[in-house]
């Protein structure tokens, strides 16, 4: 079903080719494998068992991580109502409802469809957002959902979670059993750390780029259908100043997930890193909310609760 949050045609072009990119390359990193390790079956049936994982399970995963459980409309009555007028105005399926008991301020969305996905916050981020921030926060997850850009930044991240697993698994067990190895096993060992690192770091430029782009589409989206960029840009001003307060040690769990997250869990505004980032720089987001409160004609300028 198509919803009614504003159509971005340059996100679907740059998730087809991202996908297609890492699906050349998937190709690639299973041919490689199974000409280094001699044995098509043990890779075929390793890496499909993980994709069908990741992609059926990947919910439940980051919910687990994240400490997030789901919430009834009694629970958090006034999360609900938001939820539910959001996804009336936008012609899409209600997700399921969850909150995370963290004080860090912060929401995801997660999920393979708009029929099986979740939106998440924090508890942190409920105490310290208006409800106007609030409702532009949460639109910002539901346009994840609307297009299907969780689904596709589970399955594009899946190459690089398995390169990287594949590159620990041989690294431990070089170390640990590296004395009863010969040279032709270690030779393997070697190939296959070397095309898992090399894959890894293709895949993780990849997913960088398209991830930064779809949360400035997200936030586009989420402006244009609530019609109040400047709530949403002082969401995202509050969010960001106090997830820099937080010390680095106490937000390490959560970077996992930042491609998932509203704004990342990083303690400061990056430097030469924001070209690794998973979002864009809090100016360029703010910048673009200023332009399109702009074209809209709202009263407010961005970065002012309302």
């Given at each position: 079903m198509q919803s009614r949050f504003a159509g971005d045609r340059r996100l679907t072009v740059r998730m087809s080719?991202?996908?297609?990119?890492?699906?050349?390359?998937?190709?690639?990193?299973?041919?490689?494998?199974?000409?280094?390790?001699r044995s098509w079956v043990l890779?075929?049936?390793?890496?499909?068992?993980?994709?069908v994982a990741q992609f059926w399970f990947s919910?439940?995963?980051?919910?687990?991580?994240?400490?997030g459980r789901v919430v009834e409309r009694e629970e958090y009555p006034e999360l609900h109502a938001v939820v539910d007028?959001?996804?009336?105005?936008?012609?899409?399926?209600?997700?399921v409802v969850a909150v995370s008991e963290m004080d860090m301020p912060n929401a995801f969305a997660t999920g393979r469809n708009p029929d099986h996905a979740v939106v998440c916050v924090t508890t942190g981020l409920l105490r310290r957002l208006e409800p106007a921030e609030l409702e532009g926060v949460l639109a910002h997850e539901l346009s994840h959902v609307a297009h299907k850009d969780v689904a596709v930044i589970?399955?594009?991240?899946?190459?690089?979670?398995?390169?990287?697993?594949?590159v620990?698994?041989?690294?431990?067990?070089?170390?640990?059993?590296?004395?009863?190895r010969d040279q032709n096993t270690a030779a393997v060992f070697a190939a296959v750390i070397g095309v898992a690192a090399t894959v890894y770091a293709i895949s993780f430029l990849l997913i960088r780029a398209l991830s930064r782009y779809r949360e400035l589409a997200a936030d586009r989206a989420a402006a244009l259908l609530t019609g109040r960029p400047s709530a949403l840009a002082s969401a995202l001003t509050k969010v960001s100043g106090d997830i820099a307060r937080i010390p680095t040690k106490d937000l390490r769990t959560a970077q996992a997930f930042n491609a998932f997250y509203f704004t990342p869990a990083t303690g400061s505004e990056p430097g030469i890193e924001r070209y690794?980032?998973?979002h864009p720089t809090l100016q360029q987001r703010l910048e673009q909310l200023g332009r399109i409160s702009t074209e809209l004609g709202e009263a407010q300028a961005p970065g002012r609760t309302t």
């Open positions: 080719v991202t996908l297609f990119l890492l699906g050349l390359l998937y190709v690639a990193f299973v041919a490689a494998l199974i000409v280094l390790l890779v075929v049936v390793l890496v499909g068992a993980m994709a919910d439940k995963i980051a919910m687990f991580a994240m400490h007028r959001l996804c009336a105005i936008a012609d899409m399926p209600k997700p589970t399955v594009a991240s899946f190459l690089g979670v398995i390169a990287g697993l594949i620990r698994f041989a690294f431990y067990s070089q170390v640990l059993g590296g004395g009863r690794f980032s998973t």
